[in-house]
């Protein structure tokens, strides 16, 4: 059965760490950090209808400016996440540019930009293109679980951790359950595929009694049927349901205490988990000194998640031409017992 989300990384794990996540099925795509993302082709920048920062430094924020390019002039939506301070960010990149010829645009690029503080709060913004992108309807409110994003398919979480005295935000993206309907034993019953089966998901999402009554489609000459059928005989006859995807996305902290505790409860049986291995054990200094992972610790992250598959990513130059040897330590702790 085909996931609904579909992961991949923008870039090779020497380049800046970026994640493109497909929805494949809504025809929209999120993208957690936004550095260099100049290898992504101008279709797949107009799919994007979120993204995730996790901090502001620049390998991880200044592709904000070329998918602004790509996307103005075009009917879009953007919302944008991050730490403290992002909503000032966004609002300062957009005055950096003179918008006196906007209104000539065929589309309006509507920004919505929302930050999470260290207390759970979250801020948001919105940033028009009609109006010069001058800043409006900004509020403030507190969210459970610091969830940024609920869908009724999807929910992305986050967690705060610490990079050498900077707030990075890490994601979980939760995919919902997934409801498949086959379509060989709806007709099988004498009934027909139509909009009822939309009414028929909604009432299963919501948890509906199994005697609710759903209102269905016969075919013509069974015309005379009962108008409704129990949604638990529905759920029985025509409905499998396919578990969703956990992926998180971890980048830029150190291997302190508090970090681990986050990121493991963070990526408590993540199918993937995309995670930076920046140095190799060897190097463990230096990577304390730079608040950063290394290969071993990030594997031994995953293991202690209990999460199915690592991804690692965000490696030093340094080790350019011996990218494996990264890997190989991140997958042997990961398998450590």
């Not at 994601?171 to 004498?190: C, S, T």
Request: proline share 4%; net charge neutral; hydrophobic share 40%.
């Amino acid at each position: 059965m085909p996931r609904h989300c579909d992961p991949a990384p923008v870039n090779d794990p020497f380049g800046d760490p970026a994640l493109y996540v497909d929805l494949v099925f809504e025809r929209r795509a999120l993208l957690f950090d936004i550095g260099d993302i100049n290898r992504l082709p101008t279709r797949k920048l107009l799919r994007i209808s979120d993204v995730f920062v996790t901090h502001r430094h620049m390998d991880h924020f200044a592709g904000f400016d070329h998918l602004l390019r790509t996307l103005l002039g075009r009917e879009k939506s953007l919302g944008i996440y991050g730490p403290a301070g992002l909503v000032d960010a966004v609002e300062h990149k957009l005055k950096a540019y003179t918008w006196n010829l906007i209104e000539g645009y065929d589309g309006e690029l509507i920004i919505r930009a929302t930050e999470v503080d260290s207390c759970c709060e979250i801020r948001s913004a919105v940033f028009r293109g009609r109006s010069r992108f001058e800043r409006s309807e900004s509020k403030t409110e507190r969210r459970r679980d610091a969830i940024v994003l609920e869908e009724p398919g999807l929910r992305v979480r986050t967690t705060l951790l610490d990079h050498g005295g900077v707030p990075v935000l890490a994601y979980a993206l939760e995919e919902r359950a997934q409801i498949n309907i086959w379509r060989n034993k709806v007709e099988a019953m004498g009934l027909v595929v139509g909009p009822w089966l939309r009414a028929f998901k909604d009432a299963t999402l919501r948890g509906a009694d199994d005697a609710a009554p759903i209102a269905v489609a016969w075919r013509d000459e069974q015309r005379e049927a009962r108008p409704s059928l129990p949604l638990g005989l529905l759920k029985e006859k025509i409905m499998k349901v396919t578990s969703g995807r956990k992926i998180v996305y971890v980048v830029d902290c150190g291997f302190s205490d508090a970090n681990q505790r986050k990121v493991i409860e963070l990526a408590k049986n993540a199918d993937i988990l995309f995670i930076e291995a920046t140095f190799l054990d060897a190097d463990r200094t230096v990577a304390e000194a730079r608040s950063h992972l290394t290969a071993r610790q990030a594997g031994a992250l995953a293991r202690m998640a209990g999460a199915k598959r690592l991804v690692t990513l965000h490696y030093s130059p340094r080790y350019r031409g011996e990218g494996s040897r990264l890997e190989q330590e991140a997958q042997q702790a990961l398998l450590e017992t």
